[in-house]
């Protein structure tokens, strides 16, 4: 799309933010409010298997029924003949993974990103809602360098089978707790804390905890909670990491 198209006499389109497989997203510019907002754009002939269209209803869904200041916001939803339109906020500042390439952040700026992540996740699971699929990518900085999570294809309501867990497998592998790999069913709030814990300690170190020569060697690490801290990581957040460990 060429920029300065004005998309539904309301959104005039700037510059590409960035493409995936599915979709684009542009920046623009609400020519009612004046307000900077993002369009993710996704062609219908690309959303061809039922398990994408579960994905975007389930995005739509969660995004409408969920309101916090650090989850993203979806402003609306609109369609023409062959594009779907997420108008979402503007996520200025980019995502943590960027900022986590740039290099480690220090204890007290994690700290900030994940109280604030912490609260949006508990938030979310007060509403009966479980991610999973929380990772550095899927979470926005906002221009006041306040957290914002994004993409809740993945997310759930709550089991209804007998035993109350999840069992199919999702997340992002480096991500994804050691129970999600047992394909014994899991539990959708603790899942979401083990992705907390992993951001935690990729905000610290400047890099994830289980990494692996491939996806097999990568799984088994994760199921053995093999990892080690780096020196430069002080005595109380070990503790923490420790203790998030324990409790899920």
């Not at 980019?94 to 996740?121: C, M, P, W």
């Not at 089991?159 to 069913?185: I, K």
Request: aromatic residues 12%.
């Amino acid at each position: 799309m060429e920029v300065g198209t004005i998309l539904m006499n309301r959104y005039e389109i700037g510059r590409l933010l960035g493409q995936g497989d599915l979709a684009k997203v542009y920046y623009a510019q609400d020519l009612t409010s004046g307000q900077g907002v993002a369009i993710k754009m996704i062609d219908k002939d690309k959303v061809s298997s039922v398990e994408l269209m579960v994905r975007i209803k389930r995005e739509i869904f969660f995004s409408h029924l969920l309101r916090h200041p650090n989850l993203l916001k979806l402003v609306e939803v609109t369609a023409s003949k062959i594009k779907l339109y997420f108008v979402l906020e503007y996520p200025k500042d980019g995502d943590l993974y960027t900022k986590n390439v740039i290099g480690r952040l220090s204890e007290d700026a994690a700290r900030k990103y994940f109280h604030q992540l912490i609260g949006a996740v508990e938030y979310c699971h007060s509403q009966g809602v479980y991610h999973r699929n929380l990772n550095l990518e899927n979470i926005l900085l906002d221009q006041n360098g306040n957290l914002k999570i994004s993409d809740f294809g993945l997310s759930v309501l709550p089991g209804s089978r007998e035993d109350g867990l999840f069992h199919y497998p999702c997340g992002t592998p480096a991500y994804v707790a050691p129970e999600v790999l047992s394909w014994r069913g899991y539990d959708g709030a603790k899942v979401d804390i083990w992705s907390c814990g992993v951001i935690l300690f990729a905000l610290v170190a400047g890099y994830l905890p289980f990494q692996g020569t491939d996806r097999t060697d990568l799984f088994n690490k994760i199921s053995l909670g093999k990892y080690e801290c780096p020196s430069w990581i002080s005595v109380k957040l070990k503790d923490i990491q420790y203790y998030v460990r324990f409790l899920i």
